[in-house]
C-alpha cells in the first residue's frame, strides 16, 4: 500500500464524516456550546451573562459552589464537567455511535464491497480506514468543542485551565473503545441496526458494571457492609432463640448475595472496557497539569508543609516524611485572629475485637469517633457536641470544653488510611465559630439527642450562659476548609462511591483502581475486538 | 502448474458456498474450471443465472477468500492486493459511496489503485467526457440515475488505465446510446491492447463484441472458443406453414438436425440439399408454404442448445 492509497483512504474517511447529517447536527451543537461560553464571563466575585445584561453572584448558586475559597473555579468546573462528562461523554457519545455504526456495515453491503474490496488494498486496512473514519468524526466535535469552550472562558473570564483540554482526548478514547466493538459486531453481523443497538448497550452495560462494583467495594471498604457484617454475627453471637437465628441466617443469606453481586459486577468489569474510567482519567491527566492550588499552606522553618486543597480529596507533605507525624506529631500555631493550634497526629490503627470467626478486624474511623464521643460526653457533658458522629458521616466531631463560657471550640477529625489513624485536632479560642460553619441536623431520634444546640436561639443562651455576638464569629474558614478537606481527602468514604473511586484511581495504585491497568485492559479489549473483526473479514465472501 | 506468461490461468477451480449456522447447506457454485486467457482480446462470459459466472470472476478478484484449486492474476495469488493493481472492476448492481461527488470517486478510487493524484486528476476529465457524466462530476452520486452510477462504475474502473477489465452486465440500466457508446469504447479498449472479461445476459451484444466466448453451466465450462467457432457453418432454416399436422412435423424431423417446432411451423438446421428435400416433403402432405427463411444461427441459438443439451 502506497502513500496515494493512503492519502485516498483519509480522503473518504473525511469525505464521509463531512457529509454526515448527524455530524453537521453535532457541529451546530458544539458551535452553540462554545457560543454560550463566550456569553458567560465567570468573575472572581460574581457571573455575568450576555455581557453584564445578567449578573448572578455565586451565592445564589448556594450548595452547587463548593468551594467557599474560589467559587469561580469551583463553578467553571461544575461548567466544564457537565459539558464533557454528562453532554458530551454520555449524550453526545451515543448519538456519535448512532450516526457511525453504519460506517462499516454500508462498507461490507453487497455493491459497496465488491467495488471497494477489489481494489489493490487489504482488507484490514480497508476495515481501519471505516473504523478511523469513525474516530475522526468524534475526534473533529470533541477537539471543537473542549478547546473552543476552553478559548471561550480563557477569553471571557481569563480562567486558563489547560488540564480541561485533556477531556477532549478522553472522549475520543472512550469512542475509540465503542468503535471497535462497533465494527466487530458489522462485520459479524453486517448490519447497522444490529451495530447501533449493541454498541449502545454495551456502552450502558460496561457503565452500569462499572457504576455497581465501584458502589459495592465502596460500600464494602468504608464499612457499610461491614457493620451489615458485625450485625450478622452479633444477631449468631446473641442469637439463642430460633428468631435471632433466623435473623442472622437472613443476614448471613444477604451478605452472601452482595458478594455474589459484587462478583458478577467485577466479573463484567474486568472483561468489559472501563469507558466509565474515561472521567477519572480525564480528572487526573487535569490535575497532572494544573497541580492543585492549597487553600491553606502552613509552614513552619524546614519542618513539613501541609497543603490543604479545599473541596479535594486529598493533603499532602512536601519536605518531610508522614513518619514525623508518629507520636506527639506536628503542631501549627495559627495566625489568624484569636489564634488557635492544629495538631495532626499519626498512630497505628486500633483493632476490634477478634470476631467469632476469629477474624481481628481494624477499627473503622466510624468506631473510633464513636469512641472518642463518648469520652467528650464523659467529660463535658452531652451539650458540650456541637457536631456529632451523626454529622459528616461520623469522621468529624466538634464541641466546647467545659468551663466557664465563652468556651473553647475543639475540632477533630479522624482519618484511617491503609494500618494508620491521623488525627487532626484543631483547638479553637472561645467565639471562633466561623459564620457559615453550619449544623446539620439530625434525623433519627437517636443522633437528635445529640443534636447541637443552636448557638444564637434562647435556649442555647440559657444553657451556654451566655450569647455570642456576632462581632465575636472570627473567620476561621481556612480552618474549616482545612478539617473538611483533609477529612474528605485519605478518608473519602466521607464522600460517595464515584469520590472515593476517583481518589483511589491513580497511577500507581493497586491493581482494581490503576489508571494503566484501566487503559491496558480498555486497550486489549479494542484489539481483541479489532482482531476479530480482522478474523471474521478475512473469511467473508463478498 | 499454472502458466505465468498469460495474464490470467485458472486450473480445476472449485468453489463451494455454505450457508447455515452448522454450514450444512452447500452450494457448488464452480465445480472444476479450466480457463487461460492471454493478452489482448474480449473473452464473454455467458451462462444462466446461477451458473457460477460471477463466482469465477470474485475469486480472480479475491472477493472470495476460500475456493479449491490453482488460480493466478498477473502471475499473483487471487488474494494479493497487489495482482489487483492492473485490474479495473466493474461489478454488477454496484453502489457508489453516496456521500462522494462523481468527481471524488473518480480521483478517490483511481489513488487506491495506487495512482498519483496529479495522473488521476489528468484521466478523469476525458473518461467522464466520453461516457457522458463529465457535466454531472460535481454533484453527489446520490443524485445519479441508474444508468449514470452505471457509467460511472464503468469509468471508475478504468481510470487507472487497467491491463485486464472485469465487466459485469456493463449495459446494465443504460439507454441504447449508452450501451452503444460502452460497446464503442470497449472495442477501443480492447485494440488498444487490453483484455477484457464481459459477463452479459445480452448475447446479441456479446457477440459484437466478444473475441471469445466461454459459455458456463452449473459451475462448469460447456463450450469455449471464438464466436465462429461456437456458431459453426450451420443454417437454420425455419418454414411458416399453413395447415399443418403432427404427421407432417414428425415426417420433417428426417432431414437436418436440431429442431423446434415453432407457432406456425418448424425450424431446423439443414444444407441446401435437406431444404429442398423438406419442401418436397411438405408439398405432398398437402400442407402450404407461406414463408421459407434462411438464418444464420446465432450465438443465442448455441447458448440454449448447449444448456439445453446440458439439462438433458
Same mark, same amino acid.
Given at each position: 500500500?502506497?502513500?496515494?492509497?493512503?492519502?485516498?483512504?483519509?480522503?473518504?474517511?473525511?469525505?464521509?464524516?463531512?457529509?454526515?447529517?448527524?455530524?453537521?447536527?453535532?457541529?451546530?451543537?458544539?458551535?452553540?456550546?462554545?457560543?454560550?461560553?463566550?456569553?458567560?464571563?465567570?468573575?472572581?466575585?460574581?457571573?455575568?451573562?450576555?455581557?453584564?445584561?445578567?449578573?448572578?453572584?455565586?451565592?445564589?448558586?448556594?450548595?452547587?459552589?463548593?468551594?467557599?475559597?474560589?467559587?469561580?473555579?469551583?463553578?467553571?468546573?461544575?461548567?466544564?464537567?457537565?459539558?464533557?462528562?454528562?453532554?458530551?461523554?454520555?449524550?453526545?457519545?451515543?448519538?456519535?455511535?448512532?450516526?457511525?455504526?453504519?460506517?462499516?456495515?454500508?462498507?461490507?453491503?453487497?455493491?459497496?464491497?465488491?467495488?471497494?474490496?477489489?481494489?489493490?488494498?487489504?482488507?484490514?486496512?480497508?476495515?481501519?480506514?471505516?473504523?478511523?473514519?469513525?474516530?475522526?468524526?468524534?475526534?473533529?466535535?470533541?477537539?471543537?468543542?473542549?478547546?473552543?469552550?476552553?478559548?471561550?472562558?480563557?477569553?471571557?473570564?481569563?480562567?486558563?485551565?489547560?488540564?480541561?483540554?485533556?477531556?477532549?482526548?478522553?472522549?475520543?478514547?472512550?469512542?475509540?473503545?465503542?468503535?471497535?466493538?462497533?465494527?466487530? $459486531?458489522? +462485520?459479524?453481523?453486517?448490519?447497522? %441496526?444490529?451495530?447501533?443497538?449493541?454498541?449502545?448497550?454495551? #456502552?450502558? =452495560? /460496561? *457503565?452500569?458494571?462499572?457504576?455497581?462494583?465501584?458502589?459495592?467495594?465502596?460500600?464494602?471498604?468504608?464499612?457499610?457492609?461491614?457493620?451489615?457484617?458485625?450485625?450478622?454475627?452479633?444477631?449468631?453471637?446473641?442469637?439463642?432463640?430460633?428468631?435471632?437465628?433466623?435473623?442472622?441466617?437472613?443476614?448471613?443469606?444477604?451478605?452472601?448475595?452482595?458478594?455474589?453481586?459484587?462478583?458478577?459486577?467485577?466479573?463484567?468489569?474486568?472483561?468489559?472496557?472501563?469507558?466509565?474510567?474515561?472521567?477519572?482519567?480525564?480528572?487526573?491527566?487535569?490535575?497532572?497539569?494544573?497541580?492543585?492550588?492549597?487553600?491553606? $499552606?502552613? +509552614?513552619?522553618?524546614?519542618?513539613? %508543609?501541609?497543603?490543604?486543597?479545599?473541596?479535594?480529596?486529598? #493533603?499532602? =507533605? /512536601? *519536605?518531610?516524611?508522614?513518619?514525623?507525624?508518629?507520636?506527639?506529631?506536628?503542631?501549627?500555631?495559627?495566625?489568624?485572629?484569636?489564634?488557635?493550634?492544629?495538631?495532626?497526629?499519626?498512630?497505628?490503627?486500633?483493632?476490634?475485637?477478634?470476631?467469632?470467626?476469629?477474624?481481628?478486624?481494624?477499627?473503622?474511623?466510624?468506631?473510633?469517633?464513636?469512641?472518642?464521643?463518648?469520652?467528650?460526653?464523659?467529660?463535658?457533658?452531652?451539650?458540650?457536641?456541637?457536631?456529632?458522629?451523626?454529622?459528616?458521616?461520623?469522621?468529624?466531631?466538634?464541641?466546647?470544653?467545659?468551663?466557664?463560657?465563652?468556651?473553647?471550640?475543639?475540632?477533630?477529625?479522624?482519618?484511617?488510611?491503609?494500618?494508620?489513624?491521623?488525627?487532626?485536632?484543631?483547638?479553637?479560642?472561645? *467565639?471562633?465559630?466561623?459564620?457559615?460553619?453550619?449544623?446539620?441536623?439530625?434525623?433519627?431520634?437517636?443522633?437528635?439527642?445529640?443534636?447541637?444546640?443552636?448557638?444564637?436561639?434562647?435556649?442555647?443562651?440559657?444553657?451556654?450562659?451566655?450569647?455570642?455576638?456576632?462581632?465575636?464569629?472570627?473567620?476561621?474558614?481556612?480552618?474549616?476548609?482545612?478539617?473538611?478537606?483533609?477529612?474528605?481527602?485519605?478518608?473519602?468514604?466521607?464522600?460517595?462511591?464515584?469520590?472515593?473511586?476517583?481518589?483511589?484511581?491513580?497511577?500507581?495504585?493497586?491493581?482494581?483502581?490503576?489508571?494503566?491497568?484501566?487503559?491496558?485492559?480498555?486497550?486489549?479489549?479494542?484489539?481483541?475486538?479489532?482482531?476479530?473483526?480482522?478474523?471474521?473479514?478475512?473469511?467473508?465472501?463478498? | 502448474?499454472?502458466?505465468?506468461?498469460?495474464?490470467?490461468?485458472?486450473?480445476?477451480?472449485?468453489?463451494?458456498?455454505?450457508?447455515?449456522?452448522?454450514?450444512?447447506?452447500?452450494?457448488?457454485?464452480?465445480?472444476?474450471?479450466?480457463?487461460?486467457?492471454?493478452?489482448?482480446?474480449?473473452?464473454?462470459?455467458?451462462?444462466?443465472?446461477?451458473?457460477?459466472?460471477?463466482?469465477?470472476?470474485?475469486?480472480?478478484?479475491?472477493?472470495?477468500?476460500?475456493?479449491?484449486?490453482?488460480?493466478?492474476?498477473?502471475?499473483?495469488?487471487?488474494?494479493?492486493?497487489?495482482?489487483?493493481?492492473?485490474?479495473?472492476?466493474?461489478?454488477?448492481?454496484?453502489?457508489?459511496?453516496?456521500?462522494?461527488?462523481?468527481?471524488?470517486?473518480?480521483?478517490?478510487?483511481?489513488?487506491?489503485?495506487?495512482?498519483?493524484?496529479?495522473?488521476?486528476?489528468?484521466?478523469?476529465?476525458?473518461?467522464?467526457?466520453?461516457?457522458?457524466?463529465?457535466?454531472?462530476?460535481?454533484?453527489?452520486?446520490?443524485?445519479?440515475?441508474?444508468?449514470?452510477?452505471?457509467?460511472?462504475?464503468?469509468?471508475?474502473?478504468?481510470?487507472?488505465?487497467?491491463?485486464?477489465?472485469?465487466?459485469?452486465?456493463?449495459?446494465?440500466?443504460?439507454?441504447?446510446?449508452?450501451?452503444?457508446?460502452?460497446?464503442?469504447?470497449?472495442?477501443?479498449?480492447?485494440?488498444?491492447?487490453?483484455?477484457?472479461?464481459?459477463?452479459?445476459?445480452?448475447?446479441?451484444?456479446?457477440?459484437?463484441?466478444?473475441?471469445?466466448?466461454?459459455?458456463?453451466?452449473?459451475?462448469?465450462?460447456?463450450?469455449?472458443?471464438?464466436?465462429?467457432?461456437?456458431?459453426?457453418?450451420?443454417?437454420?432454416?425455419?418454414?411458416?406453414?399453413?395447415?399443418?399436422?403432427?404427421?407432417?412435423?414428425?415426417?420433417?424431423?428426417?432431414?437436418?438436425?436440431?429442431?423446434?417446432?415453432?407457432?406456425?411451423?418448424?425450424?431446423?438446421?439443414?444444407?441446401?440439399?435437406?431444404?429442398?428435400?423438406?419442401?418436397?416433403?411438405?408439398?405432398?402432405?398437402?400442407?402450404?408454404?407461406?414463408?421459407?427463411?434462411?438464418?444464420?444461427?446465432?450465438?443465442?441459438?448455441?447458448?440454449?442448445?448447449?444448456?439445453?443439451?446440458?439439462?438433458?
Amino acid at each position: 500500500m502506497n502513500r496515494n492509497t493512503i492519502r485516498a483512504l483519509l480522503a473518504d474517511a473525511r469525505y464521509q464524516v463531512f457529509d454526515n447529517v448527524v455530524f453537521r447536527i453535532l457541529l451546530v451543537v458544539a458551535a452553540l456550546i462554545v457560543a454560550l461560553s463566550f456569553c458567560v464571563s465567570f468573575g472572581e466575585e460574581d457571573i455575568s451573562i450576555f455581557f453584564g445584561k445578567w449578573v448572578l453572584s455565586y451565592e445564589q448558586f448556594g450548595g452547587l459552589v463548593r468551594s467557599s475559597s474560589d467559587p469561580r473555579g469551583s463553578t467553571v468546573q461544575i461548567v466544564q464537567s457537565t459539558v464533557v462528562e454528562l453532554i458530551a461523554g454520555t449524550f453526545g457519545i451515543m448519538l456519535c455511535i448512532a450516526a457511525t455504526a453504519f460506517f462499516t456495515p454500508r462498507l461490507l453491503e453487497k455493491g459497496s464491497a465488491d467495488n471497494i474490496f477489489s481494489k489493490p488494498v487489504g482488507r484490514f486496512t480497508l476495515l481501519l480506514s471505516r473504523y478511523f473514519a469513525g474516530i475522526f468524526f468524534v475526534a473533529v466535535l470533541s477537539f471543537l468543542m473542549v478547546f473552543g469552550v476552553q478559548a471561550g472562558l480563557s477569553i471571557m473570564s481569563g480562567y486558563n485551565d489547560w488540564g480541561f483540554l485533556w477531556s477532549a482526548a478522553t472522549l475520543v478514547y472512550t469512542y475509540a473503545i465503542l468503535q471497535a466493538f462497533s465494527v466487530m $459486531v458489522a +462485520t459479524l453481523a453486517r448490519n447497522s %441496526v444490529a451495530s447501533i443497538l449493541l454498541t449502545m448497550i454495551l #456502552f450502558m =452495560f /460496561t *457503565g452500569c458494571a462499572n457504576s455497581s462494583w465501584v458502589g459495592l467495594e465502596w460500600a464494602d471498604q468504608t464499612g457499610v457492609t461491614q457493620m451489615m457484617r458485625e450485625n450478622a454475627q452479633a444477631a449468631e453471637d446473641e442469637g439463642e432463640s430460633a428468631e435471632a437465628e433466623a435473623e442472622a441466617n437472613k443476614k448471613s443469606e444477604g451478605e452472601a448475595a452482595f458478594d455474589l453481586i459484587r462478583s458478577i459486577a467485577y466479573a463484567c468489569r474486568s472483561v468489559l472496557p472501563r469507558t466509565g474510567d474515561a472521567d477519572m482519567l480525564a480528572r487526573m491527566l487535569r490535575r497532572s497539569i494544573e497541580g492543585r492550588q492549597p487553600d491553606v $499552606v502552613i +509552614t513552619e522553618g524546614d519542618a513539613p %508543609v501541609l497543603h490543604l486543597v479545599s473541596n479535594q480529596r486529598k #493533603f499532602e =507533605f /512536601t *519536605g518531610g516524611g508522614l513518619e514525623e507525624l508518629d507520636g506527639d506529631g506536628l503542631v501549627w500555631m495559627l495566625t489568624s485572629e484569636g489564634g488557635g493550634t492544629i495538631r495532626i497526629t499519626r498512630e497505628l490503627r486500633p483493632k476490634r475485637e477478634p470476631s467469632k470467626s476469629g477474624k481481628i478486624r481494624d477499627k473503622s474511623s466510624r468506631d473510633l469517633i464513636r469512641e472518642l464521643r463518648d469520652r467528650i460526653i464523659e467529660e463535658h457533658g452531652q451539650i458540650a457536641i456541637l457536631r456529632s458522629p451523626g454529622d459528616h458521616r461520623g469522621r468529624r466531631i466538634d464541641w466546647r470544653v467545659a468551663g466557664r463560657p465563652p468556651l473553647p471550640l475543639r475540632s477533630c477529625v479522624l482519618i484511617t488510611k491503609d494500618d494508620h489513624l491521623y488525627t487532626l485536632m484543631a483547638e479553637l479560642p472561645a *467565639g471562633a465559630l466561623p459564620s457559615d460553619w453550619d449544623y446539620e441536623e439530625e434525623e433519627d431520634e437517636e443522633e437528635a439527642a445529640t443534636a447541637p444546640p443552636d448557638l444564637e436561639s434562647e435556649e442555647e443562651a440559657d444553657e451556654g450562659g451566655e450569647e455570642y455576638e456576632s462581632s465575636d464569629i472570627l473567620n476561621l474558614d481556612p480552618v474549616q476548609d482545612f478539617m473538611l478537606g483533609a477529612s474528605f481527602a485519605t478518608d473519602p468514604s466521607m464522600a460517595n462511591a464515584e469520590v472515593w473511586y476517583e481518589s483511589k484511581f491513580d497511577w500507581d495504585a493497586e491493581w482494581d483502581f490503576n489508571a494503566f491497568v484501566s487503559i491496558g485492559t480498555s486497550l486489549a479489549f479494542t484489539l481483541l475486538m479489532l482482531f476479530i473483526s480482522f478474523l471474521r473479514l478475512r473469511r467473508t465472501d463478498f | 502448474m499454472v502458466q505465468s506468461d498469460s495474464i490470467l490461468s485458472v486450473r480445476d477451480l472449485k468453489k463451494t458456498y455454505t450457508k447455515g449456522l452448522f454450514k450444512r447447506e452447500r452450494f457448488e457454485a464452480l465445480r472444476g474450471i479450466d480457463l487461460e486467457v492471454g493478452r489482448g482480446s474480449v473473452f464473454g462470459l455467458l451462462g444462466p443465472n446461477g451458473a457460477g459466472k460471477t463466482t469465477l470472476i470474485k475469486v480472480l478478484l479475491g472477493l472470495l477468500p476460500s475456493w479449491k484449486g490453482e488460480a493466478q492474476v498477473f502471475g499473483m495469488a487471487p488474494k494479493n492486493p497487489a495482482s489487483r493493481r492492473r485490474i479495473g472492476y466493474l461489478p454488477e448492481a454496484h453502489r457508489m459511496p453516496e456521500y462522494l461527488t462523481g468527481w471524488q470517486v473518480m480521483i478517490l478510487f483511481g489513488m487506491m489503485t495506487g495512482r498519483s493524484k496529479a495522473e488521476i486528476e489528468e484521466r478523469a476529465p476525458a473518461l467522464m467526457q466520453r461516457l457522458g457524466i463529465w457535466k454531472d462530476a460535481h454533484r453527489k452520486v446520490r443524485g445519479y440515475s441508474k444508468g449514470m452510477q452505471q457509467r460511472l462504475g464503468l469509468a471508475q474502473s478504468l481510470i487507472h488505465n487497467p491491463d485486464l477489465l472485469f465487466l459485469d452486465e456493463p449495459t446494465d440500466g443504460v439507454d441504447p446510446r449508452g450501451r452503444k457508446a460502452i460497446r464503442v469504447l470497449i472495442e477501443e479498449l480492447r485494440d488498444q491492447g487490453m483484455t477484457i472479461f464481459i459477463n452479459s445476459h445480452l448475447l446479441q451484444e456479446v457477440e459484437l463484441i466478444c473475441d471469445r466466448v466461454v459459455i458456463m453451466h452449473q459451475g462448469q465450462i460447456l463450450r469455449q472458443g471464438t464466436v465462429d467457432e461456437l456458431i459453426g457453418d450451420a443454417e437454420r432454416v425455419s418454414f411458416v406453414l399453413e395447415n399443418s399436422n403432427e404427421q407432417l412435423n414428425a415426417a420433417l424431423h428426417a432431414f437436418g438436425q436440431a429442431h423446434r417446432t415453432e407457432p406456425k411451423g418448424i425450424s431446423a438446421e439443414m444444407d441446401d440439399e435437406q431444404a429442398n428435400a423438406a419442401i418436397d416433403c411438405i408439398r405432398k402432405s398437402g400442407a402450404r408454404i407461406r414463408e421459407v427463411r434462411r438464418d444464420r444461427k446465432t450465438l443465442e441459438d448455441v447458448f440454449i442448445e448447449l444448456i439445453e443439451e446440458d439439462r438433458q
